[in-house]
C-alpha cells in the first residue's frame, strides 16, 4: 500500500494531504501523479478488478503541500467543478514568509496577467490587457525566530495567486525563486500548505470542513500562534 495521508473519505469524494514533492495530475514530467496514487489506494483497498474512477476537481501547484479533493464519481465530479468554478469551496491556506507585512491583516486587490511560457504571473495594481481580479484576504497569525506566518483566504482561484500577490506585497513565499525569495528550499518545495476546505458535500449536501497537518518539520513546529 502506498503512504498516503487520507483526510477524509466516503461513497463520492476522497481527501488527501498532499506532500510538496507530488504533482496533482500527469504532466510532462511523466512522473506519477498523485490522481494514479489514488486510484491505485482505492483499488488495493476496496479489491477492484477493473480500472477505477477518479475525477480531478481541482490543482495544487506541485510544491505546494495540503488539501486535495478528488471524486470518486462522475457525478460528484461535475458537481464539483462547478462548485469551484463559482469559488463554493473555501479553501485557506499557512505561509511562511520572511518580510513581516506592514499591516498584520488585509485585503489584497491585483490584477494578475499569466505568461504561458513562464508559467508565472504578474501583479498589477489597476487593470491591464489580458488581466483577471485577484483577491484574497491575509493575517498574521504566528511567528518563529525567523520568519512569519499568513493565514490566507481566497476570494478568487488564479493561476499562481498567493504566490504572486504575497510577492507584490513584499512578503515572497520562503523558497519560492520563482517570485522573488532568495533562496530555495532543499526538497524544492516552497512553503505554502492548503490548510482548510469548507464546503457542502456535492451529493449528501451535508457541510464539510476538514484540516491538513501542517508538514512534519523542524519550520511548520517552530511557529508560536498568535
Request: with cysteine; hydrophobic share 35%; glycine share 6%.
Amino acid at each position: 500500500m502506498y503512504e498516503m495521508t487520507v483526510v477524509y473519505e466516503d461513497n463520492h469524494i476522497i481527501v488527501v494531504n498532499k506532500t510538496a514533492s507530488e504533482i496533482v495530475q500527469g504532466d510532462k514530467t511523466g512522473d506519477t501523479p498523485l490522481s494514479e496514487i489514488v486510484k491505485q489506494y482505492l483499488k488495493e483497498k476496496y479489491q477492484k478488478p477493473g480500472n477505477v474512477f477518479i475525477g480531478v476537481t481541482h490543482r495544487l501547484d506541485r510544491p505546494v503541500s495540503g488539501l486535495v479533493i478528488f471524486a470518486k464519481t462522475s457525478k460528484a465530479l461535475t458537481r464539483l467543478n462547478e462548485m469551484f468554478r463559482t469559488s463554493d469551496v473555501k479553501k485557506t491556506y499557512w505561509a511562511v514568509v520572511k518580510n513581516e507585512p506592514k499591516e498584520t491583516e488585509g485585503e489584497l486587490v491585483h490584477f494578475l496577467v499569466r505568461n504561458e511560457k513562464q508559467n508565472k504571473s504578474y501583479a498589477y495594481d489597476k487593470e491591464v490587457a489580458n488581466s483577471k481580479k485577484a483577491i484574497l484576504n491575509y493575517h498574521l497569525i504566528g511567528h518563529s525566530d525567523n520568519y512569519f506566518l499568513l493565514e490566507v483566504d481566497l476570494k478568487t482561484g488564479r493561476h499562481h495567486q498567493i504566490r504572486c500577490q504575497l510577492a507584490k506585497m513584499g512578503s515572497p513565499i520562503k523558497g519560492d525563486l520563482k517570485y522573488g525569495f532568495p533562496r530555495s528550499n532543499p526538497d524544492g518545495s516552497i512553503c505554502l500548505h492548503a490548510r482548510r476546505l469548507k464546503f457542502t458535500h456535492p451529493v449528501s449536501k451535508e457541510l464539510i470542513e476538514l484540516e491538513a497537518p501542517v508538514p512534519n518539520d523542524n519550520l511548520w513546529k517552530g511557529f508560536e500562534l498568535l
